[in-house]
């Protein structure tokens, strides 16, 4: 028990000299008290709006301040540092300490609680809460709150990222509680998560480089020019079925003389029988029709072109050789005879 009698008795000292401080420096704007021992002594931190009314000239505010708090609370070699406050609009107890002021100066309690609530949302926090309760409007007591944007009651979150601040109004029908609750807009709550994305898979070989606008152009008409040829070709092979036969030529009639190889006489005629007779005949060889071609798909199907045929030409009696013929010996009947 005695160990806690200890904490009792240093907390209720810190509350005392808290009470105090805000009661020196209201003026400059109170806005917390931080009390740390140390081996040296007790260092004590005061954080205010105007650091400079706290100081004083030539430090003499400051200096009666540190011998009072050691005479009075009993604090060995107190050390008092002054900070001045980043941003008094999100600061609880100096927000307080305003609207408290407010108050006196004959504001309207709900014209008071709504612009302290838009002034501190203003500056960026989270959210805030602003209870007024005492005689506002007649004999009986009552509670006003303005709020707005996110705020916590209870657990945790509400210890780690409220802060309060609280200030008394006196005014003719009685004293005017003011509390000031503000949520740290750096504040991180347990439902907020980030989510780690995936590895990064690894980068793929760079692509070829996409067709210019002309070149996919000209691939798209070649492409519909190839379908358009195709669906001619099967119209055309549905309806006529399987291509027909080329004709074959005639022949062109000859005079016989050319036919037998002799050139033709002098005057026109034909050589006599005995020299067609020498002279070798050639067999002609009977020319195969063409076949039809096979076309490929994407192509019409259309009849192999017709040649002429021509019977080649006659070669001079000089320049073909000449065959002997060899006498046949009479029989000997024919020669009696004879």
């Not at 904490?7 to 704007?29: H, P, Q, W």
């Not at 650091?51 to 050691?70: C, F, N």
């Not at 001045?84 to 100066?105: C, D, F, H, S, T």
Request: proline letters at 10%; a positive charge.
């Amino acid at each position: 028990m005695a160990s806690e009698r200890k904490f009792v008795t240093e907390n209720i000292r810190r509350v005392l000299l808290k009470e105090y401080v805000m009661s020196k420096v209201g003026r400059a704007g109170f806005g917390g008290l931080d009390v740390q021992r140390t081996p040296m002594g007790t260092r004590v931190t005061l954080i205010t709006e105007r650091p400079g009314l706290v100081i004083g000239r030539r430090g003499e505010a400051i200096k009666s301040l540190t011998m009072a708090i050691e005479k009075d609370f009993n604090f060995n070699n107190p050390q008092i540092e002054v900070q001045e406050v980043e941003n008094p609009n999100l600061n609880a107890q100096i927000m307080a300490e305003k609207l408290a002021n407010a108050l006196e100066r004959g504001w309207h309690f709900r014209r008071a609680g709504h612009s302290t609530v838009r002034r501190i949302m203003d500056s960026g926090a989270r959210g805030c809460q602003v209870i007024i309760s005492g005689k506002l409007t007649g004999q009986r007591h009552r509670t006003e709150k303005f709020k707005e944007g996110h705020i916590k009651y209870c657990g945790q979150a509400k210890l780690n990222f409220m802060h309060q601040g609280f200030a008394a109004a006196k005014l003719k029908p009685g004293i005017i509680g003011v509390t000031v609750q503000i949520m740290d807009p750096n504040a991180r709550l347990p439902d907020e998560i980030d989510i780690i994305p995936p590895p990064a898979e690894p980068v793929p070989a760079p692509a070829a480089p996409a067709p210019t606008g002309s070149e996919a152009k000209a691939e798209d008409k070649k492409a519909a020019e190839a379908v358009e040829e195709l669906r001619r070709t099967a119209e055309v092979a549905a309806g006529a079925g399987v291509a027909a036969k080329p004709k074959r030529p005639r022949k062109k009639k000859e005079p016989e003389a050319a036919a037998a190889g002799m050139p033709p006489g002098p005057a026109g005629q034909a050589a006599p029988a005995g020299e067609a007779k020498a002279a070798p005949k050639r067999r002609k060889k009977k020319e195969e029709p063409a076949a039809p071609v096979a076309t490929a798909a994407t192509e019409a199907i259309t009849p192999a072109p017709t040649q002429a045929i021509t019977a080649p030409e006659p070669q001079p009696l000089a320049e073909a050789p000449e065959k002997k013929e060899e006498k046949k010996p009479e029989p000997a009947e024919e020669k009696k005879e004879g």
